[in-house]
Antibody, heavy 118, light 106 residues
Framework: QVQLVQSGAEVKKPGASVKVSCKASGYTFTSYDINWVRQATGQGLEWMGWMNPNSGNTGYAQKFQGRVTMTRNTSISTAYMELSSLRSEDTAVYYC???????????WGQGTLVTVSS | DIQMTQSPSSLSASVGDRVTITCRASQGISNYLAWYQQKPGKVPKLLIYAASTLQSGVPSRFSGSGSGTDFTLTISSLQPEDVATYYCQKYNSALTFGPGTKVDIK
């Protein structure tokens, strides 16, 4: 069965960076784009960007351009999302999600809580 | 950029009621519209894609309709397990979620 398993919770200081991993199993990792979505406590879903695990091509939401980097390691079927210059407003649960060939998300990771606090 | 709005932002209905949630795009998006359900403390779950196609395993009391700019998600008979926030998402170009509609039991 398809699974996306994310790394554990992180606590970071303002100005630092965080790197969240998303390990895929149950399907061919390079066949589906991985997207990242975040959700602040009590707030809605915010799309951050996508990555094609086969080519490494990426596309980022304008809000995160210059601060987010999405990468992958195909040998271990793992996608990564790194967010830099963290501020308190980046405190949120970060999700990875598999994008179907049509564009919507059919499987989600369990989420990773990133807390930014001095 | 195309903006997505949802109405109402929250609603409270009785078990067995018919519930309708509206999602509107600021420009036409054909049928590139999905609906997700997020129960409290849980991961979002895909309910409907292509505006009206039910994802495998989703109860048939859920249905979707619409095309272009106006879309609806209908729960034909609200059940206690349907308490959740529902999000629409456009996926024809830059992905965007609607702000969500919180559904409670009266």
């Amino acid at each position: 069965q398809v699974q996306l398993v994310q790394s554990g919770a992180e606590v970071k200081k303002p100005g630092a960076s965080v790197k969240v991993s998303c390990k895929a199993s149950g399907y061919t990792f390079t066949s589906y784009d991985i997207n990242w979505v975040r959700q602040a406590t009590g707030q809605g879903l915010e799309w951050m960007g996508w990555m094609n695990p086969n080519s490494g091509n990426t596309g980022y939401a304008q809000k995160f351009q210059g601060r987010v980097t999405m990468t992958r390691n195909t040998s271990i079927s793992t996608a990564y999302m790194e967010l830099s210059s963290l501020r308190s407003e980046d405190t949120a649960v970060y999700y990875c999600a598999r994008e179907t060939r049509r564009g919507y998300f059919d499987y989600w990771g369990q989420g990773t809580l990133v807390t930014v606090s001095s | 950029d195309i903006q997505m709005t949802q109405s109402p932002s929250s609603l409270s209905a009785s078990v067995g009621d018919r519930v309708t949630i509206t999602c509107r795009a600021s420009q036409g998006i054909s049928n590139y519209l999905a609906w997700y359900q997020q129960k409290p403390g849980k991961v979002p779950k895909l309910l409907i894609y292509a505006a009206s196609t039910l994802q495998s395993g989703v109860p048939s009391r859920f249905s979707g309709s619409g095309s272009g700019t106006d879309f609806t998600l209908t729960i034909s008979s609200l059940q206690p397990e349907d308490v959740a926030t529902y999000y629409c998402q456009k996926y024809n170009s830059a992905l965007t979620f609607g702000p969500g509609t919180k559904v409670d039991i009266k």
